[in-house]
């Protein structure tokens, strides 16, 4: 059975510092990876999609990488923002448009 | 282009009685699925649906039922409500194009159970 951990399950930085989000997974027979974002009481926001075939994804600020063998993927923020406060979620598909999912990072960024 | 919407957004209802949420894909995604959001738990696979078929169900118990319609809009079906049902319940549509399938969510239903 899949499992998703995600560390740290909290983080706060002041705002400009870089940061990573880490993900890790047990089985690597995964169809694709996705990092989403959640605002409290809301929908989910796709960030960014990694492909099994691929390495790494970015997005603006935003850098996800993959490493299938290991079951590890991070993502990257650069120069965090205020408007980056959120809950970060990692997910992994085997397939059939079916998620398996992390518990979270929730992120805040302070002024 | 119009994204995955989900109605009613907020529903109260009491333990015992029933409640069907639905859910409007993404204009030409045909695949819908549903998840579970509780503190508790996290984000739980309910079901997938893909051109009027059930092609996968998470390890939910048969009070859970869903169905997709030919014009890919899905329902959500809850029987017999529990306490431990409160939850927000989203949906994703995607095109269902492999390991290119991006999944993307509405803004969910909260159900309140009491």
């Known amino acids: 059975k899949q499992e998703v951990t995600q560390i740290p399950a909290a983080l706060s930085v002041p705002e400009g510092e870089n940061l990573v989000l880490n993900c890790s997974f047990t089985?690597?027979?995964?169809?694709?990876l996705q990092w989403f974002r959640q605002d409290p009481g809301k929908g989910l926001t796709s960030l960014l999609l990694?492909?099994?075939?691929?390495r790494e994804q970015t997005s603006g600020r935003l850098n996800a990488s993959l490493d299938k063998s290991s079951g590890r993927s991070t993502l990257y923020i650069a120069a965090s923002q205020p408007g980056d406060s959120a809950t970060y979620l990692c997910?992994?598909?085997?397939?059939?448009?079916?998620?398996?999912f992390g518990k979270g990072t929730m992120l805040l960024v302070s002024p | 282009k119009a994204g995955v919407t989900q109605t009613p957004r907020y529903l109260i209802k009491t333990r015992g009685q029933q409640v069907t949420l639905s859910c409007s894909p993404i204009?030409?995604?045909?695949?819908v699925s549903w998840y579970q959001q509780t503190p508790g738990q996290g984000l739980q696979f309910l079901f997938e649906y893909f051109s009027e078929t059930q092609r996968n169900k998470g390890n939910f118990p048969g009070r859970f039922s869903g169905r997709q319609f030919s014009n890919s809009r899905s329902e959500m079906n809850v029987s017999t409500l529990e306490l431990g049902d409160s939850a927000l319940y989203l949906c994703?549509?995607?095109?269902?194009?492999?390991?290119?399938?991006?999944?993307?969510f509405g803004p969910g239903t909260r159900l309140t159970v009491l």
């Open positions: 204009s030409g995604h045909r695949s």
């Open positions: 994703a549509s995607s095109l269902a194009s492999g390991s290119r399938d991006e999944q993307f």
């Open positions: 997910a992994v598909s085997p397939g059939y448009s079916t998620l398996t």
């Open positions: 990694i492909q099994s075939s691929q």
């Open positions: 089985d690597s027979a995964i169809y694709n």
